[in-house]
């Protein structure tokens, strides 16, 4: 049991390198998210001792206890972000991955320059056009942009996108390589630089990577299943 979590991040990490040869759009540096939503304060340390840096969340609460407990440890915001948690987000954030929407820009901007901070963020699309996932539509990604160009504490790094529910992670590289396609497309444009991509998760990463991930956002697949009853 105590190697367990240690096992498994090698055995992800052994897989993204894999992937990583394997695939022509393929990133150099690929960064494994270990996502450890649910999971208590033991499993975030004993991955940390197993040299795991990069942690992430779906909860602001949640994140803010971790991150108080690991401050040693980069906390990426991945989940929903309501706009009355954005100050807390901002102040427990290296990155926030799920910014979806022109209400939660403007209020992170207010946090962050009342903050004198530059904020790292990335623009959730909503490829699939699923009602069950937030992130704006691709039709949607110029304006946007548009906006955020606007907002001077507010670094966009890039664009992350939640996979489709699919049996076969086969069936989302299309959706991956659109997101990679968006990307070429949008960047260097307003003055942005947008070298990331989030996406990959621990049912489809490997596919992610070959389209390009850079950043991937793994956690059943080191923690094991998440118990929502508990
Ligand atoms: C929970 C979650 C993940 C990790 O999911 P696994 O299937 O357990 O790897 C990745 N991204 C987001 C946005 C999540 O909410």
């Not at 990583?20 to 393929?26: I, N, Y």
């Not at 803010?64 to 991945?78: E, L």
């Not at 959706?175 to 947008?194: H, I, Q, S, Y």
Request: aromatic share 4%; with cysteine; hydrophobic share 45%.
């Amino acid at each position: 049991m105590s190697n367990s979590i240690a096992e498994a991040i090698s055995r992800v990490q052994a897989e993204i390198r894999a992937a990583q040869q394997r695939g022509s759009h393929a990133a150099a540096e690929v960064t494994l998210i270990a996502v450890s939503k649910t999971k208590p304060q033991e499993m975030v340390a004993e991955a940390l001792a197993a040299g795991q840096l990069h942690f992430g969340e779906n909860k602001v609460q949640e994140m803010v206890t971790k991150q108080a407990a690991f401050p040693q440890a980069s906390w990426h915001m991945i989940g929903h972000l309501q706009t009355n948690k954005a100050a807390k987000a901002v102040d427990a954030a290296c990155l926030i991955h799920s910014l979806d929407r022109p209400e939660l820009a403007l209020e992170l901007e207010k946090r962050a320059a009342a903050r004198s901070r530059l904020l790292p963020v990335l623009v959730q699309v909503n490829l699939a056009k699923e009602d069950s996932k937030s992130g704006i539509y691709e039709e949607e990604l110029p304006d946007f942009l548009d906006l955020l160009a606007g907002l001077p504490h507010l670094q966009v790094q890039g664009l992350m996108t939640i996979g489709p529910a699919v049996d076969d992670a086969e069936e989302a590289r299309p959706l991956f390589a659109r997101l990679r396609e968006l990307r070429d497309r949008e960047d260097g444009k307003r003055g942005m630089r947008l070298h990331h991509l989030s996406m990959g998760m621990s049912g489809d990463y490997q596919v992610a990577i070959e389209e390009g991930a850079t950043l991937v956002r793994v956690g059943s697949a080191i923690f094991g299943a998440r118990n929502y009853n508990v």
